[in-house]
């Protein structure tokens, strides 16, 4: 059979169209890329060159009453290291080392890690060493600058201030209370780069401008915290305790004059501290009993409840008073004063008497007093770490009649610092319980917000309060006081020398807080203080331990605020 011959002619024309069909779909493909497509790929190409860079806010200044800046930010240095591409790490980090404040075995071993591209080697340098890192012009090193947090005068209230860490973040006290507002709103910038990153003129670019953080200004005296941190520093030196709080305040707006705990750290070497517990301001966050300082306040609860008046008498002897479970409370060193009124209970600070006031009281207004001074919840103090205390109130799950008892004269329940000398302030103050707070002001681009005393409640009369001056004051002038006094001056205080509870239960043998709180001038109250030592082992009463230190801090706050003496008597 024979095979269909197909001629040449023929196969070219088909080899012909086939070759033609391929040219219309390539042709086809091309256009659509070229035209139809276009603006897409250009899109894609524009977008692999477009870049946001992040532009930091300046963070806001810290300043004190008088305009002192206590935080503000300055040009530093930050040292890098791209790892594959230094030579010789071992010369690297031998040149370095003393540059950046390191050991060069220090400064290899950060080299020297396993799965890094990239290490920073050093932060916060002055601009004239990282000039000199900069001199050593060594492959891999990267120099650059980024902003850093300065406190001028160190560990200066730095638990009040707080810190910012490497982020510029705001960690504890102000820098962490205020953060969002310190810290401001960084910038963007969205732009087309060239090879070398730089923003390409004439194309489109997005400049979102950042918002710099708002300065604050604090209630914070620098003269009166100076003052206060240098005298608790010295006793606490003197009697070898192991710490302590001094709190000044303006009683009759609440404002923060002076807060002072120790030890304490420097914000500018955060990174030094061993023991993160350190951070925390001991002033709202120590929760301890605060003994018989508290009898002021169980005073002043019985004084406007009409329970007792100052000359109301109340009989101690036998010297004792009998628990339902057998046990006996009784005086400080035993001591049994007979018939006593309510003006020498305060004076003795009796034990018994105190009792003897919160039952005349009833419990149910003897609670709702304490709760109303402001014990048992936080203050609301404008700083981090606020504790609220511990108030076991009757039906809940602890108390009795024992507390009950006890409570009187501040056993059994528990405080911050702050929270008594504000309980103390608004005893004094016209009976008005204020709402503390460190930030006088904050400036912003939109104005300045002023902050305004703000009342919680009316706790006690006035006449109450008065009268409550008039005792306090005794407490200290009567003719058998051993309290130290000012001369020239009338102020009114009550001691405190309180157990350190156990965990294991009970109290620790040989501890105790030796506390005082006062006030002054008696007339026209304009400081109400309290000092607290941790743990004297020199000396153990409140009397003598911190006695000497509230007259040390009014003589400074007479001093300092221009305080004319009192006319104690009438010229002849």
């Not at 091309?30 to 603006?39: D, I, K, L, T, Y």
């Amino acid at each position: 059979m024979n095979q269909p011959h197909v001629k040449p002619h023929s196969r070219i024309m088909v080899l012909f169209s086939v070759f033609i069909l391929l040219m219309a779909l390539i042709g086809y493909r091309v256009v659509a890329v070229q035209v139809v497509r276009s603006s897409e790929f250009s899109r894609w190409a524009v977008a692999e060159r477009m870049q946001q860079d992040i532009v930091p806010a300046r963070r806001g200044e810290i300043y004190d009453s008088h305009g002192v800046r206590l935080a503000t930010n300055m040009p530093a240095a930050r040292v890098s290291a791209i790892v594959d591409q230094i030579p010789d790490r071992a010369l690297a980090a031998q040149q370095l080392a003393p540059l950046i404040g390191r050991t060069p075995a220090d400064v290899l071993d950060a080299l020297n890690q396993k799965d890094i591209e990239w290490v920073v080697l050093a932060r916060n340098l002055s601009p004239e060493d990282g000039d000199k890192v900069r001199a050593l012009n060594l492959p891999g090193i990267v120099l650059d600058a980024e902003p850093s947090r300065v406190y001028p005068f160190g560990d200066f209230a730095g638990q009040l201030l707080g810190f910012t860490n490497n982020a510029m973040a705001g960690n504890y006290g102000i820098e962490g209370q205020y953060d969002s507002l310190l810290g401001g709103t960084p910038g963007k910038l969205i732009g087309e780069r060239d090879g070398q990153g730089n923003v390409i003129a004439l194309t489109q670019s997005t400049w979102d401008p950042p918002v710099d953080g708002s300065d604050v200004t604090l209630t914070i005296d620098s003269a009166v915290q100076e003052a206060i941190e240098v005298i608790l520093r010295q006793t606490i030196k003197e009697q070898r305790a192991i710490g302590g709080t001094i709190i000044v305040q303006d009683p009759n707006t609440g404002a923060i004059l002076g807060m002072a705990s120790a030890p304490s750290f420097d914000p500018n070497a955060f990174v030094d501290v061993k023991n993160a517990s350190t951070f925390l301001n001991p002033a709202i966050s120590a929760v301890y009993e605060p003994g018989s300082t508290f009898k002021s306040v169980v005073m002043a609860i019985g004084i406007d409840s009409g329970a007792v008046t100052p000359d109301s008498t109340h009989n101690d002897e036998p010297g004792y008073v009998e628990l339902p479970d057998g046990s006996r409370i009784t005086n400080f060193e035993g001591a049994v004063w007979g018939t006593e009124t309510m003006t020498e209970v305060l004076q003795r600070s009796s034990n018994l008497g105190a009792i003897y006031v919160a039952e005349k009281t009833g419990r149910e207004r003897f609670y709702d007093g304490i709760q109303a001074f402001g014990f048992g919840t936080p203050t609301g103090v404008d700083l981090q770490g606020e504790e609220q205390g511990i108030l076991t109130l009757p039906g809940e799950m602890g108390w009795n009649d024992a507390l009950y008892a006890t409570n009187s004269f501040g056993q059994g329940i528990a405080c911050t610092p702050l929270q008594l000398v504000n309980a103390f302030s608004a005893i004094v103050n016209g009976g008005r319980l204020m709402t503390p707070y460190v930030v006088s002001e904050v400036h912003s681009a939109n104005g300045t917000t002023v902050t305004q005393p703000q009342v919680v409640r009316q706790v006690i009369s006035e006449t109450s309060s008065s009268t409550m001056r008039t005792m306090l004051e005794s407490v200290v002038d009567h003719p058998n006081s051993l309290y130290p006094t000012v001369p020239g001056y009338r102020i009114g205080a009550k001691t405190g020398t309180a157990q350190v509870p156990s965990p294991a239960g009970g109290y620790i043998d040989n501890a105790t807080i030796a506390s005082i709180i006062g006030f002054g001038p008696v007339e026209h109250p304009r400081f109400s203080v309290l000092v607290k030592i941790d743990w004297p082992k020199e000396e153990g009463t409140g009397l003598q331990v911190s006695g000497p230190v509230l007259q040390k801090v009014f003589e400074q706050l007479f001093l300092l605020y221009g305080i004319p003496p009192d006319d104690l008597e009438a010229a002849p």
